[in-house]
Every structure is written in structure tokens, then in C-alpha cells.
């Protein structure tokens, strides 16, 4: 298993986001998927317990997203278009949780990515499908990638 690179910013990955979740991916090249796993602390509930809807959109945007750097393609930089998610049972905090990713389809500029978040007896909590797209250069541009690629790396 390969670990993809982190931001230092990134709300998800950042390592220097204070308030982040410093997650890290691993590549599964065998299955043709990302994984994650994490402990979503109680400071990003909604109710009691139970994981932020918007938290548990978060995991799967950038889950199902990371598939498209599988082997070693770190430079396959998407933003999301649409994201759909269906929530089968809250997703609770203080847990541990595995978060999967994978392509369903993609070409050049496009891709239809999925993902899963489960729990760890294997009980699917919340599952997605996104449109992902190849920003113009313009995107990179005024993001200022060229100073922020020195910080995407792997830790």
C-alpha cells in the first residue's frame, strides 16, 4: 500500500491545519481503490454521537476524489461538479471508520467517482457517486499551485 501526498492546509489532509482532520490515503492498486481510516472526534457532531452530515460529505468528496491519483498519480488534481450522497445510518463519532473510494468511469477531463464510509464490523453508514472535473489552467493559476505543490507531499 502507497500513501498519497497531504496539503499542509487542506481541512481534510493539511498537516498544519489546526483544525483539520490530517487524514492520510493509501492507495490500493490491487482493488483499484483509496482508503482512509479515522476517528471523526466529537467536535464535529451534529447531534450527540453521530458525525455532521456536512463532515460525512466531506470524507466521501475527497475520498472518492483521491481515486483518481491511484498509482502514483499524484498530479490528477479534480474539483467536484456534483456530489451525491445517501446516508443509510448515522455515522458516529469517537469510532474508528473506514472511508473507500473508486472510479466508475473517466476520460481526460472527466470522471464518475463513488464512495463508502463503514464502520468497523463493516456496516455501510453513508455511500456517494460525484462528477469530477479537470480545472482549466486558470484554476492552478490563481490558486498559486506553483507555490502550494512544494507542500503536497507524502508523510
Not at 96 to 122: C, M, Q, T, Y
Request: net charge neutral.
Amino acid at each position: 500500500m502507497n500513501k498519497q501526498p497531504t496539503s499542509r492546509s487542506c481541512f481534510l489532509c493539511g498537516r498544519q491545519n489546526d483544525i483539520g482532520l490530517k487524514m492520510t490515503w493509501y492507495n490500493d492498486s490491487e482493488a483499484q481503490q483509496v482508503w482512509s481510516e479515522i476517528i471523526v472526534p466529537d467536535e464535529f457532531n451534529s447531534y450527540p454521537g453521530v458525525v455532521h452530515g456536512g463532515i460525512v460529505a466531506a470524507l466521501l468528496d475527497e475520498t472518492s476524489g483521491r481515486a483518481l491519483m491511484l498509482n502514483g498519480k499524484n498530479n490528477e488534481l479534480f474539483i467536484t461538479t456534483r456530489l451525491e450522497i445517501k446516508y443509510h445510518q448515522p455515522t458516529p463519532t469517537g469510532q474508528p471508520l473506514r472511508v473507500i473510494g473508486w472510479i466508475i468511469k473517466r476520460n481526460s477531463r472527466f470522471a464518475h467517482v463513488a464512495g463508502e464510509i463503514h464502520l468497523a464490523d463493516g456496516t455501510l453508514t453513508a455511500k456517494c457517486e460525484a462528477t469530477v472535473a479537470r480545472p482549466p489552467q486558470k484554476f492552478f493559476d490563481k490558486w498559486g499551485w506553483k507555490n502550494e505543490a512544494e507542500h503536497w507531499r507524502v508523510e
